[in-house]
DNA sequence: TATTGTTATACTCTATAACTATA
DNA sequence: TATAGTTATAGAGTATAACAATA
């Protein structure tokens, strides 16, 4: 859209759609965040799994995968590369001997750990944008978003 | 994490890395947009290609693909198909024959209009989980953010 | 019969390199 | 030589269906 001034034709930036902002800065954060993660030998969604895990143990694959909204079945290939890696731990569920439980070793929550160190302070870095006060405001407001009742 | 407060453990849920925050809303608006550009007869990709027209014309495909993020190579089976839907056209610069500008035709402008007012109300939606004073801070921080100088 | 984990398969998306025509 | 557009190909990511073990 234009609008002549002055007797000059000028482009007028409206309002992007929030998908469109949204989408750039999502592309910001994973350029600077995945040579963080390489550098910790995690892919995105190995980190995605090692927090979900961090927070809390899985009672089964398919709990873990609905929790970090991933497919069941690509998960099954993650999870034998982070046991391998000595990561995570796989069980069978006595009381349901179809599930497998998961959760962390205690190298597993070291690498979350570190990963999640240079992440955030990527992350404050990144936020550095804006004044302090807002940034409490805008992590608050994500949180609601991210978070419907 | 846990912790032990009165005699029992309760898991406490720590801040969120920004990245999972947005990762989440993104999905939460993707799954609502997606059927919208489907009414519409469009990709996410194709409607990133006509926001970028509608707000202006492109002076080469290789600017168009920068400006909306997109792969080059990628762009060329899409802008085939939005000129073959009459929503684009492509002609040859004069000046310079190797490039080829791109232009919205009326009904190129008519459909991102449309599916455009669709996204707008699904968005607005959306952010009702807001209190309005918030949801105009929200869009300007995120402004901020998606374009760093 | 339904569910968990698993495998296999097909399909889409993405990245890379190479080719042409113009400059 | 460098750039715009194009094509082809290989690789990664994704979705679907089917199977064995257990409930």
Do not use: G, M, S
């Given at each position: 859209m234009c609008v002549s001034i002055c007797h000059s034709t000028i482009p007028v930036v409206e309002d992007e759609d929030l998908g469109a902002l949204l989408a750039r800065i999502m592309r910001r954060l994973m350029d600077a965040e995945h040579p963080l993660l390489r550098a910790h030998g995690l892919s995105m969604w190995a980190y995605a799994t090692l927090t979900s895990l961090a927070e809390q143990p899985a009672t089964s694959q398919l709990a873990l995968a609905k929790a970090i909204g991933y497919d069941k079945t690509r998960l099954i290939a993650l999870l034998d590369e982070l046991e391998h890696d000595g990561l995570i731990v796989r069980e069978r569920?006595?009381?349901?001997?179809r599930a497998q439980t998961v959760r962390l070793t205690p190298e597993g929550e070291a690498r979350h750990a570190a990963a999640k160190a240079d992440i955030r302070k990527m992350e404050i870095e990144l936020l550095a944008d804006l004044p302090p006060d807002e940034q409490g405001a805008l992590r608050a407001m994500l949180t609601k978003l991210a978070h419907p009742e």
């Open positions: 569920d006595p009381a349901d001997r």
